[in-house]
């Protein structure tokens, strides 16, 4: 899909929780950021980052605070672009609590 339209913000979200759930979580990054510079207030892209970026703290203990910030900002992006959405805020504000609690230990 994405080699027949390369601005099918959906479908390179898709293919990046593919290869987040098979722990390619630097390539499901990589697709997240290129549906967002299409559209950069597409909130699915934000919340597959952030969950790539939180499992890479835990493949990489040494850089685990920088992914962990990234997490965060793509989780507070969420709550900025969709201040109101009530099926997006308790996922989102969850995933922010969680993730602060993950470097209150900085």
Known sequence: VISLNGKFVEAYNGRAIARHFQCRHDLAIQDCARALE?????????????DAYEELATEDPGRAIEHLR????????????????WRLRPAAE?????????LGGE
């Open 70 to 85: 990234m997490a965060e900002r793509d989780c507070v992006k969420m709550l900025e672009l969709a201040p109101k959405d």
């Open 94 to 102: 969850a995933a922010l609590k969680r993730l602060r609690g993950k």
């Open 38 to 50: 299409i559209n950069p207030r597409f909130l699915e892209a934000h919340g597959t980052r952030a």
